[in-house]
């Protein structure tokens, strides 16, 4: 495995990079209140009970993995220009996260009508990635199967991104664009896309701009069925195939905003999307289906980026509609650099404590665990002062979302610098711009990659021990979750395994037997 060595950050720097008023927001005592938050929500004292037999004892307790789920998505697979840096990718995995988020954009997992990219083809290979050039075919997302598999065998928990998504750039494949009309279409015009002739959201969205929901759906009487009998096949399919593998689904993605136009009317054929035209109450539909093809145990999730009040209602509204959601995912994409040199400059209250728990606290309020699903924080100019910047801001928040009861999951967007989604490989174009990455892109780790390796495996790690005393408090005091435990005594030892959960056993009886 390689031993990634990432520069160490001095207080000097820190206090270089970051304003008074920055550092007065992340002050002592606001950093004591999170360790207090930490240590009451995501610790807890483990006792042990040994037979009076073995004389001697002594207790040694490590920490395999943590109940807490830190991720990142893992789009990148096999896409990185050379087996190297593939396999340095790969070794991200399992090491600093725990958990891989996993593209299931039906554009581009159906890149043809009734051809899902399930298994993996030349054009999803380490090799072809390694050859290809720009254009990318399928916008850095890989085939399944191999993905999965990898996932599996490192005991990485899975997480698939997403099934239900108005999105006609990202999601809607241009194939079914197509089968819109045509003098609908020309409404919509490639003026507004002439790269590559593709739909944009708000070029769709503009072709029905004068239509309600009902004319919609008098005018394209055949779209309306197709959208939703695919739809719904397309998740049966993936359920089929993935649901016993995979441990949590982004059901619907980013729909909140056409909740609270007034666009999901129950008993309707055809929703008015932002977007454009989506099966109607389209959100109450993917969770019905979902929950009806899933596995009991999987974890159906809602998604969004709109962290605001038509967030909570229409999670209330779904679930007193009889909708199984078990979680809910809070995007927080720092997309712009400046919103990050305003933050280190005392210029923006963006994600200041306060601003974190009371978002937290308001969609909290819907009664549901959170994920903070999809992380960018950018390195502003790539310069060192931009990476200190990336990994200070990054330290606070997690360090804060961490605390917090309500989260249960951080998640990482663009792992590394120069691979994101329809921009070159490598260069600074798109996404790529924001050099978001933990790592660069020749792979040396930033700064920000050696806080958050520091905070997931040294800081919120337990390792102790102590010498058993029959009648004594015999305990321990850890992070949430899994752990061997070796008991050595005047003969021997042995070792077992043991879980420290929020809501499981917190008393072990351990034998040699």
């Not at 075919?137 to 108005?166: M, N, Q, Y």
């Not at 289906?289 to 999670?315: C, H, S, T």
């Not at 995007?331 to 040199?341: A, E, G, S, V, Y």
């Not at 959170?370 to 910047?389: K, Y």
Request: contains cysteine; aromatic residues 12%; negative net charge.
């Amino acid at each position: 495995m390689t031993e990634y060595k990432a520069p160490q950050l001095s207080q000097a720097e820190i206090d270089e990079a970051f304003s008074d008023t920055y550092r007065a927001l992340w002050n002592d005592d606001e950093q004591r209140r999170i360790d207090a938050d930490i240590e009451k929500h995501r610790k807890a004292d483990g006792l042990f009970q040994l037979p009076a037999s073995a004389a001697g004892r002594e207790v040694r307790v490590e920490q395999l993995s943590h109940d807490f789920v830190f991720g990142a998505h893992i789009f990148n697979f096999d896409q990185l220009g050379s087996d190297e840096r593939n396999a340095r990718y790969k070794e991200l995995y399992g090491t600093l996260f725990n958990s891989a988020t996993i593209a299931f954009y039906w554009k581009q997992l159906e890149l043809e009508e009734g051809r899902p990219r399930f298994r993996a083809e030349y054009r999803d290979t380490a090799e072809f990635w390694n050859r290809c050039g720009d254009p990318q075919p399928h916008g850095r997302r890989p085939a399944v199967d191999p993905v999965v598999e990898f996932c599996l065998s490192k005991g990485i928990r899975l997480h698939g991104h997403t099934l239900v998504w108005g999105n006609n750039r990202w999601q809607i494949p241009d194939w079914l664009i197509n089968k819109i009309p045509f003098d609908y279409l020309k409404k919509a015009n490639l003026e507004h896309n002439p790269k590559d002739n593709t739909l944009l959201s708000e070029a769709t969205g503009c072709a029905f701009e004068g239509m309600s929901a009902k004319e919609m759906e008098k005018a394209l009487p055949e779209y309306t069925t197709l959208i939703n009998t695919l739809t719904a096949k397309r998740i049966i399919e993936i359920a089929m195939r993935y649901g016993d593998k995979i441990d949590s689904w982004d059901v619907v993605n980013e729909s909140a905003g056409d909740f609270g136009r007034g666009g999901m009317v129950p008993g309707s054929k055809l929703c008015k999307s932002w977007y454009g035209p989506m099966p109607g109450d389209y959100t109450f539909r993917g969770f019905k289906i979902a929950e009806g093809v899933f596995p009991p145990e999987a974890k159906l999730n809602i998604n969004d980026y709109n962290l605001g009040e038509d967030y909570v209602r229409q999670v209330r509204s779904l679930r007193a509609r009889g909708c199984k959601i078990d979680i809910m995912g809070a995007q927080m994409h720092l997309f712009d650099p400046q919103i990050c040199r305003d933050i280190a400059d005392g210029k923006s209250l963006v994600q200041s404590p306060r601003e974190v728990r009371e978002t937290i606290g308001r969609i909290g309020r819907a009664g549901l665990p959170i994920h903070l699903s999809e992380i960018t924080i950018t390195s502003p100019g790539g310069d060192r002062r931009g990476q200190v910047v990336q990994a200070e801001i990054a330290r606070n928040l997690y360090r804060l979302w961490f605390s917090h009861p309500a989260t249960e999951a951080i998640v990482w967007w663009n792992l590394v610098d120069g691979t994101a989604a329809y921009a070159p490989l490598g260069s600074e174009e798109g996404e790529n711009r924001l050099r978001a990455g933990l790592v660069g892109y020749d792979f040396a780790p930033k700064p920000a990659f050696r806080t958050l390796e520091r905070l997931i495996r040294t800081e919120w790690r337990t390792e102790t021990g102590f010498d058993y005393a029959d009648g004594g408090d015999n305990r321990f005091h850890g992070f949430y979750g899994d752990y061997e435990v070796e008991v050595r005594y005047d003969g021997g030892s042995f070792t077992r395994r043991i879980t420290l959960s929020k809501d499981g056993v917190r008393e072990f009886t351990l034998s040699p037997d």
